[in-house]
């Protein structure tokens, strides 16, 4: 696949965020710049392939980073520290699979048509 640099745009779904690729919705997430990462990596992207982010609208790059890099992190927040990257870890297999507003399933899993969507409860 290129190396050529990749942008993706968010817009708000609710509490997610659906991240689109000329206009080919990527994924629909909590953290969409990590999660279309780790979609572009599983579609055979070179880890060393930049990829950037912007909000709907807007010109302004948000975030930077190779899709390598950014596909091993994910954010936790939790009572006693607030956001941070941390590493990711996928959801182990036998994850029950649950319905997102009706649209795909969860557990790291695609739907038919390749959208990748989180865990449900899970850090992604």
Not at 33 to 53: C, D, K, N, V, Y
Not at 63 to 71: M, V
Request: some cysteine; charged content about 20%.
């Amino acid at each position: 696949m290129t190396t050529n640099p990749i942008h993706i745009t968010i817009t708000p779904k609710g509490q997610l965020y659906e991240a689109r690729l000329d206009g080919e919705i990527l994924c629909v997430s909590r953290t969409p710049f990590l999660t279309s990462a780790r979609a572009l990596q599983q579609r055979g992207h070179a880890p060393e392939t930049l990829l950037s982010m912007s909000h709907q609208g807007e010109r302004t790059v948000a975030l930077l980073g190779s899709i390598g890099a950014s596909a091993a992190l994910t954010v936790i927040e939790n009572d006693t520290a607030g956001p941070r990257f941390g590493r990711y870890r996928a959801p182990p297999a036998d994850m029950p699979i649950a319905v997102v507003r009706g649209r795909g399933r969860t557990a790291g899993k695609s739907d038919p048509a390749g959208v990748a969507y989180e865990t449900a409860g899970g850090a992604l």
